[in-house]
């Protein structure tokens, strides 16, 4: 039974019947769900089987039936939709929960069925079902969007007239892959080195991560990717799987020897609830973060499209031109200087920055970092007339004015925990020991949320400010605070209340854009990116972590969205020196800054970081809507990365080498992204300054390019392939690329 166009079919449970296949369709993807049977099953999901007929729909059917194995149940094993032990399932469940240690194993059964398919491809399906063993009723929806993303998301609610209470232990979105998806990648890390990939088989078992810091963290798994063997940026089949939700959550990979009904293996997703975080009283009702899984047949290069195409095409998303940033952070620390600022200010506006952010040390007693957390108000000793003059001479200046803040976190030695010290999220028996000097504020308590909203918004009305960087500096320990009259769990309703006090400063403040920090790249996730406009990937400047920390960060969020800043010759966090041409060349592509201290940088570099800031100003657009790729090439120090406009007329290629090369020389390498029917100009954008090389002189073609462009076909640059410089370890070249024909 299909849908047509448009169409929304409801089917109560005495209609899933025999014909009750339903297809979603979008950006080459098909999902293929059976309703009939008992449980709803995902009979596929991957590569778009075109129009699937009555003819085809039986033979998934039929082909969907597994053997029944020796020392196994009598009937074939089912992976349903809600993965249960009572259909064969020994593996991770859907469902975990009880009723006071009963009701342990759920049996949810199909009673409604919703499908509609969307006009711009893709659609949903919404099942309903009751359960008569855990007491409980469930919903779960399926919907393709027309990037082709599939988002699920499930909710389980104790009914009004249930009995007693219903703790859940866990809700996750499960679906099975094939055997060929036989290598997972997923990524680790730490501070200042987030989004550190780690590959490795899928094995028998369970690959389980688990982040239980209050928040995704330095170390998130941040995307799972199952494939095939040997996947690389633009090639093989893979499917992945993120958590939209900044609290904790767990990623899974499964293989078990009887496999998952007709397929293999299984990935899903789901967040990490603590015991006893979630109990359901009567009539109430857990929603599930969502869950969002894609699939590409053109490698990781092909599920980044699918995401980055998703986030451009929300109502909210960043439209207007990317401003220049300037934060003052590295440039000044705790030292607030209204004299030494407003001449940072006028270096910003010189070379050409759009906004200056005031970062910390700016409220009550916040001279370093082991005070004045929660205390929102602007320190009269350091700032006796206000942050007034000095917005004022930003907004002179013709800039945008920007403030930091640490909502979420209170400093044992402010006058907000000597006033509210049980507004610390902590147990009864007192708080642990601090991290970086701080305690966690119980947002979740509403006196606390008001007080925070209030001194927040109150700024932001006073100072019309424009942007403020939201960060948030340590994990979450031992995260529970008294409710019902005991210590409970707060780590969901801690993010439910970010979440809301975003939400209702955007409602207020409607122009206000919101930075999301956390210690760097700790909580980058597609949850808090519903609320915020742009991530801080690192706190790290050093641009060869830096490349390395976008190019991954690039997979699941567009350029747009990922602020990159010029930091200063010898990076802050790693005390690596480096060349301004090649940390001017990594800050571009992406939503460009600068934190360093240009009242410091000589006239030359002046000179040089002004004409940096033409390029982005003429380059955003491009890197702003573009398409990433990237190069598969042999040797890990060096990386050529894309950004393509979306029709191809334009790209911009960075070549760059983080150490030195095993090779003399590149050999050929293709450019990716291009189309080899067409023909190109190709130029060295020298405006970063001067490339050190490791060699006598370049491959011959390159000197046309360097002294003004060199036409080339696309089946030479994207399929044979060129020689490019062997460049020096912390370099990098820009190649403008512009079609002909």
Known sequence: MLNGEGAVQTLPAAEVAPAAVHVLRAAGISLVVDLAGGMPRVLHWGADLGDVDERATKALRATSVPAVLNNSPDVPRVFSVWPTEQDGWAGTPAQAGHRGGTATTPRPRLVKADVESAHDGGGSIRLRFDDDVAGTRARLTYRLDAAGVLSVDLSVENPSDAASAYLVDGLRALVPLPDRAAELLDFTGKWCRERAPQRLPFSFGTHARRARRGKPGHDAPFLLVAGTPAFGFAHGELWGVHLAWSGDGEYLAERLPEGAGAQSRVIGAGELLRSGEVVLQPGERYDAPTVLFTWSDRGLDGLSARFHRRLRARRGHPRAPRPLVLNTWEAVYFD??????????????????????????????????????????????????????????????????????????????????????????????????????????????????????????????????????????????????????????????????????????????????????????????????????????????????????????????????????????????????????????????????????????????????????????????????????????????????????????????????????????????????????????????????????????????????????????????????????????????????????
């Open 336 to 741: 607030h200087d209204l004299e030494r600022l407003v001449e940072i200010a006028d270096r910003a506006a010189e070379v050409g920055v759009e906004r200056i952010v005031l970062d910390d040390g700016w409220f009550r007693g916040r001279r370093d970092a082991s005070a004045g957390l929660g205390d929102w108000l602007v320190d009269e000793r350091v700032w006796p007339d206000g942050l007034g003059p000095f917005v004022a001479a930003v907004r002179d200046r013709g800039m945008q004015f920007g403030l930091w803040f640490e909502p979420e976190m209170i400093s044992p030695d402010s006058d907000l925990a000597r006033d509210h010290p049980d507004w610390v999220l902590a147990p009864g028996q007192g708080a642990g020991a601090t991290a970086r000097n701080q305690h966690v504020l119980d947002i979740a308590n509403p006196d606390a949320y008001a007080l925070v909203l209030e001194r927040i918004s109150a700024l932001v009305a006073e100072y019309d400010i424009d942007y403020l960087k939201w960060d948030h500096n340590r994990d979450l320990v031992e995260p529970v605070a008294l409710r019902d009259g005991g210590d409970r769990p707060l780590v969901h309703d801690q993010t439910l209340a970010l979440y809301r006090l975003l939400d209702e400063l955007r409602a207020r403040h409607p122009r206000l854009e919101i930075e999301t920090c956390s210690g760097g790249g700790g909580r980058v996730d597609l949850g808090i990116l519903e609320r915020t406009d742009r991530v801080w990937a690192s706190d790290c400047n050093d641009p060869v972590e830096r490349a390395r920390i976008e190019r991954w960060t690039r997979l699941l969020v567009p350029p747009e969205l990922i602020g990159s800043h010029l930091g200063a010759h010898r990076s802050h966090t790693t005390s690596r020196e480096t060349d301004l041409s090649f940390r001017l060349a990594v800050a571009l592509t992406a939503h460009a800054g600068i934190e360093t201290d240009l009242t410091v940088s000589s006239p030359d570099d002046l000179r040089t970081i002004t004409a940096w800031a033409a390029l982005y100003r003429e380059l955003r657009e491009l890197i702003h809507t573009g398409d990433v790729v990237n190069a598969d090439l042999a040797d890990d120090a060096a990386m050529l990365t894309g950004i393509v406009a979306p029709g191809g007329e334009r790209a911009l290629f960075t070549w760059t080498r983080l150490a030195t090369s095993p090779d003399g020389q590149s050999g050929r390498v293709r450019f990716p992204g291009l189309d080899p029917r067409a023909h190109y100009r190709l130029r060295v954008r020298a405006e970063l300054g001067a490339t050190s090389r490791h060699e006598v002189s370049d491959p011959d073609w390159m000197r046309l390019a360097v002294d003004g462009g060199i036409e080339l076909p696309g089946a030479v640059l994207a399929v044979a392939g060129v020689p490019l410089p062997t460049l020096n370890p912390q370099q990098a070249l820009l190649f403008d690329v512009e079609r002909l024909a």
